[in-house]
């Protein structure tokens, strides 16, 4: 089987074991790559071959001969880049086997007019990363706490997850004082004390369930309203928090990754959208990344 003649952005070796690399005499020029490698012998997980010489890398995909043994003959080269689109970079807080890690990587310390980005990282491991594009997910939330729950979680999953292509996060924040701006009031009532919000009125908690309503506007989502109705018996003023429905009414663009308490377990997915519980695990989280950046299916977890 022939190599592919065109890598694909976010292209990498995955699992990072099938590149190896190679240290010559000569400049790896494509030249040079073509008719070194082909028909030498290299191990049987290789599929990508990075060729140094001093600062100066190539980068080729390798097709090796049908065969089980340990190393099997190369029968057709592809050359990605040369010195001049290649670029070695050593960076040992690098996590060679995550793809958002790699392309951070990218970020910081690539030239201007790379392609290929062969990356010596954590261990001394190397991998590369082809022409990083990162899938951007937005997060929406609220604040406080900062950095908020669902964030930090998201950020834990695209840490670890090496299934993943490179991942960028981006709040999308609304902030309680924001919200209390929409209907000022002397008095509020907030879901719970846990964020730490602190406001220039009167605060009460719905999760304290305090022994008598008050004239309040809560700033709430359609579960606190049902605590209230089932509390109190009547329905008060409010400013909705609901992420879900801020995303719906808005209509924007782009992935999305939301929060709702509607939502008891698992997650709901719609088009570029993925719904987890306000109390989501991190499993939960990771699915729904998982759909956005296109891994795999949808699933429900629960």
């Known amino acids: 089987m022939l ?9 990498r070796s995955h699992p ?24 030498r012998e290299v191990y049987r997980r290789t599929d990508y071959i990075a060729m140094v010489n001093g600062d100066s890398v190539g980068l080729a995909a390798v097709a090796r001969a049908p065969s089980d043994d340990l190393f099997v003959p190369v029968v057709d080269v592809e050359v990605w880049s040369g010195p001049d689109r290649t670029q ?37 491991h190397i991998n590369f990363i082809w022409e990083p594009d990162p899938v951007r997910i937005f997060v929406t939330e609220l604040t406080p706490p900062e950095p908020p729950k669902l964030l930090v979680q998201a950020g834990q999953v695209v840490d670890f997850d090496e299934d993943l292509p490179p ?33 220039d009125a009167d605060l009460s908690y719905l999760d304290t369930r305090p022994a008598e309503a ?20 009547h329905e008060p003023a409010q400013v909705d928090i609901c992420p879900k429905q801020r995303v719906e009414q808005a209509d924007p663009g782009g992935r999305w990754l939301i929060k709702c308490c509607m939502l008891e377990r698992g997650t709901e997915y719609s088009g ?31």
């Open 3 to 11: 190599v592919a003649e065109k890598p694909s952005p976010n292209a």
């Open 16 to 39: 990072y074991r099938g590149l190896s690399v190679e240290h010559v005499d000569e400049t790896p020029h494509p030249d040079f790559i073509r008719h070194h490698l082909l028909g």
């Open 214 to 233: 008050r004239e309040w506007v809560m700033i709430g989502c359609e579960r606190s309203m049902q605590f209230h109705r089932y509390f109190y018996d």
């Open 272 to 302: 570029t959208r993925a719904v987890v519980p306000w109390g989501a695990n991190l499993d939960e989280v990771r699915q729904a990344i998982r759909y956005l950046a296109g891994v795999e299916a949808p699933v429900a977890v629960g």
């Open 88 to 124: 070695l970079i050593k960076d040992p807080t690098v996590d060679v086997g995550n793809a958002t890690a790699l392309a951070h990587a990218a970020a910081r310390h690539g030239r201007d007019g790379v392609s290929g980005f062969v990356i010596k990282g954590k261990f001394e």
């Open 167 to 199: 991942v960028e996060l981006v709040l999308n924040s609304v902030s309680f004082s924001d919200l209390a701006a929409d209907l000022p009031a002397d008095s509020y009532l907030l879901p719970c004390r846990g964020a730490g919000t602190e406001l």
